[in-house]
């Protein structure tokens, strides 16, 4: 049955490229504006060893870590003291609210007056993008811990420091983890934005570079194909040690802004 | 008239009917009786045509069923699941008349007059998840009231409900049987409703079942939950059939 | 009598402490207003300057342009444009094509592959490949959108088409629906809870790719004269973007939450009463 399913993907995949390389040959799509694609995978293949392109690609993915980062030192005790402190979480609740439908690439502008260099723009948006998935996911989970593990703690006399550590920290942990891996869905499309708008280093500045010279469309596909292939990673990878370490947890909202 | 022929269903290696022969007269209500598991719901989907039989025929009215007949209505028992929670109880009951051609305002009286058979006429513009479940129950024969088939399929239809529910639904079954001269096949794993309910009580042995019991069952109508069920033919019916479910000699 | 005068002073209540719940609102207001005031910091105007710019540039018009002023009409409008035709086509698609791969597996095992790289793309990495596909202009824009929200909601579409109770469809077989009432009124009103949390998604996100795509590419729209007030160090003016787009996602997400309660409200009772 998977086996078959493997196969059938394969085969989906084999005869989209040999459909799109036919329609390039045949002249259906004119190969000066769109490369066949075996030129553009021949090129995919190529960059994989270009000293230059890994050095872009290291820049953004350096950003995108150092951003999910701070956001996560940030945003996950703001989330905390949020979620155990009602009074606080609903008087600051109509700001939240007000400052989260601001998107994010709106404030690339005023980022790049603010940090200088682009890099540091980069890092300070990506921190913003990440802040709010982890701040709700966060506040939820400290909001959904049984309050009967906490009283039973309180009765043996802990303290309210070690009730956070003990009971409120573990049971909030896959809500945090489920704002991680959303957050990191963000930074790729917030990172490769402030590239394209500020050039500096990244895949991003790659691909405004590649395609500001005429006839590089093959190497600007190439990019956007790896690309999809970190994104497509970076989320197998996040859901996979989500999934092995909290088996047990239900979904909640995130967001992307 | 339905017929059943040499009718075998496995699930991969596991057979479920092990050969099933079976009349239903016209206007007969049978009532299918069988411990769980032993492929009750199994038997009525094959004849629903929900489930491609294994081996072995089914007719309706001589002709082989292929795909569903359209002339079939079928009570489940989960009646949370068999009723759209998206559309009102009016809605519900008059979908399946848009497949008859008949116009919206002629499908919307359909829907009352049959909602009105069981009694729930104040209930069309709520939606299903607003009733109780005897009430969502009603719904659901109402619905197949409406359709007018000639062949009515219950699968446990009161499985799921209270005993005072139960006995209301069991006389509504009673009530509603001779509307359109249906037929009707009631499945259920009590040994006192088919009895009750039912002029005729088939019986199937554990998987692969097997028919183990062809029993008439000769209660007077109008039939009473109370005096029927004191009548010594009830009593002596209802030791039989579960002797026979139970796989005892007798 | 007695009900509606016992109602009225609980409403006004319930009113008077929503109103009162927003007291930081005007406190942060004037905190910011003050601070800036007294710092001078260059890219932090104060709050009253970044609002007299916004309804200078874009509010003062005329009322037979609904006080819009020409700036406003002449950005505005190809952003909202551009949004509205790309997020509903992203949507037609994919939900369409969701949909359908849903409900068959033999399908969604051969693309299922493509999706799922599809929608790994960063969307804004496709802006320079759109740019050279489509030159300057609306298409490139409405291209970045419909790529960009097309997946999200392709995948919950898929979901719950997939995921479509048996019953329901037994229920459907039994009573021989036609193929176009099944799908109608079973198939998609099952998946619509799954349906609108895609679209959720995607209401913000299309505001995300409106931005980045007028931001890189465009002659016009609100991401390019934000873009333009940067070149300039017009600092007030890039706040009042910044402001306006805020107002945009804030509306755009209620908006859609409204319509959604609306069309949904079935799934939220039905879940209520389990
Ligand atoms: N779709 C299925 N796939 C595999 N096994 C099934 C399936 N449906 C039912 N069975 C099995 O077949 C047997 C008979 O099921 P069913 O007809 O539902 O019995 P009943 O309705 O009499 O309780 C059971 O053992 C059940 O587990
Ligand atoms: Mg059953």
Not at chain 1, 85 to 92: G, I, Y
Not at chain 2, 245 to 250: D, K, L, T, W
Not at chain 3, 171 to 182: G, H, I, K
Not at chain 3, 225 to 248: E, N, S
Request: net charge positive; charged share 15%.
């Amino acid at each position: 049955m998977t086996v078959r399913k493997v196969l059938r993907g394969a085969i989906g995949v084999a005869g989209f490229l040999l459909v799109a390389e036919a329609a390039g040959r045949l002249g259906l799509i004119d190969p000066t504006i769109l490369p066949l694609t075996s030129t553009v995978l021949g090129r995919t293949i190529g960059l994989a060893a270009d000293g230059d392109f890994l050095s872009e690609v290291g820049a953004t993915l350096l950003a995108c870590f150092a951003g999910l980062l701070i956001a996560i030192v940030l945003a996950v005790p703001a989330g905390v003291a949020l979620g155990t402190l009602p009074k606080v979480e609903r008087a600051t609740r109509p700001l939240l609210e007000f400052l989260r439908p601001i998107p994010s690439l709106a404030l690339i502008p005023l980022a790049l007056f603010v940090f200088i260099p682009t890099h540091n723009a980069k890092i300070a948006l990506i921190v913003y993008a990440c802040t709010w998935p982890l701040l709700i996911n966060t506040m939820y989970g400290v909001r959904d811990v049984d309050p009967l593990a906490k009283e039973t703690l309180r009765s043996f006399g802990f303290g309210s420091l070690a009730v956070l550590w003990r009971v409120t920290m573990p049971s909030t942990a896959p809500f945090i983890a489920t704002g991680i891996r959303l957050a990191a869905s963000v930074t790729l499309i917030v990172a490769v934005s402030v590239e394209l708008v500020a050039g500096g280093e990244g895949i991003g500045a790659f691909l405004t570079h590649m395609s500001t010279g005429a006839g590089n469309m093959d190497f600007v596909l190439a990019g956007t194909i790896w690309a999809g292939a970190i994104g497509l990673v970076a989320n197998f990878l996040l859901t996979g040690a989500e999934r092995r370490l909290f088996r047990w947890h239900q979904e909640r909202v995130g967001g992307t802004s | 008239m339905l017929e059943i022929n040499h009718l075998r269903h496995s699930y991969g290696s596991h057979e479920v009917l092990g050969g099933i022969d079976l009349k239903v007269d016209e206007g007969q209500l049978l009532c299918i009786v069988g411990p769980s598991g032993c492929g009750k719901s199994t038997l009525l989907r094959s004849i629903a045509g929900l489930l491609k039989p294994t081996q072995g025929e089914i007719l309706i009215n001589g002709v082989p069923v292929a795909g569903t007949p359209d002339n079939l209505a079928v009570v489940f028992q989960d009646y949370s699941r068999s009723l759209f929670p998206w559309m009102s109880v009016a809605d519900n009951v008059a979908l399946p008349l848009r497949r008859k051609g008949m116009s919206g305002a002629r499908r919307r009286t359909s829907a009352l007059e049959a909602l009105e058979q069981v009694g729930l006429e104040g209930a069309a513009a709520k939606y299903p998840w607003q009733l109780s479940g005897g009430m969502q129950q009603r719904v659901a024969i109402a619905r197949a009231l409406a359709y007018r088939p000639a062949f009515m399929l219950m699968d446990e239809p009161f499985g799921s409900v209270d005993a005072q529910t139960r006995e209301d639904l069991e006389d509504l079954v009673l009530q509603v049987r001779g509307v359109h001269g249906m037929t009707i096949v009631l499945i259920t794993h009590d040994i006192d409703e088919s009895v009750y309910v039912g002029d005729r009580v088939v019986v199937l042995s554990k998987a692969p079942s097997r028919i183990v019991g062809d029993l008439s069952v000769g209660l007077p109508y109008p039939r009473d939950q109370i005096a029927t069920r004191q009548l010594p033919e009830f009593v002596r019916l209802r030791a039989d059939v579960g002797r026979l479910v139970r796989g005892v000699p007798g | 009598m007695t009900a509606v005068s016992a109602q009225r002073p609980g409403v006004a209540r319930r009113v008077a402490g929503r109103i009162l719940s927003l007291w930081i609102m005007p406190v942060a207001l004037v905190l910011w207003e003050v601070v800036t005031r007294w710092i001078q910091a260059v890219y932090f105007p104060p709050p009253s300057t970044v609002l007299v710019r916004l309804h200078e540039l874009w509010f003062s018009g005329s009322w037979r342009t609904f006080f819009l002023t020409d700036d406003a009409i002449g950005n505005f409008l190809p952003s909202f444009t551009r949004l509205a035709i790309g997020w509903v086509l992203g949507c037609a698609v994919g939900v369409g094509v969701g949909v359908a791969l849903g409900r068959s597996t033999r399908l969604s095992a051969y693309v299922d592959p493509l999706v799922h790289f599809g929608r790994s793309i960063p969307p804004p990495t496709l802006v320079p490949v759109f740019l050279v596909l489509f030159q300057f202009g609306g298409s490139m824009q409405v291209a970045t959108i419909v790529f960009g929200v097309v997946w999200p909601i392709m995948i919950n579409a898929i979901e719950g088409a997939r995921y479509v109770d048996r019953q329901y469809l037994d229920t459907a077989q039994v009573f021989s629906l036609s193929r176009l009432d099944r799908l109608r009124r079973v198939i998609l009103p099952a998946a619509a809870p799954k349906i609108f949390a895609g679209l959720r998604i995607s209401v913000s996100l299309s505001l995300i790719l409106m931005i980045i795509s007028e931001l890189v590419g465009s002659t016009d729209g609100i991401g390019h004269r934000m873009l333009q007030a940067q070149g300039l160090f017009d600092i007030p003016t890039t706040w009042a973007a910044i402001v306006l787009l805020g107002l945009m996602g804030f509306l755009l997400n209620t908006t859609f939450l409204l319509v959604e309660r609306r069309i949904l409200a079935w799934h939220r009772g039905a879940r209520r009463t389990d």
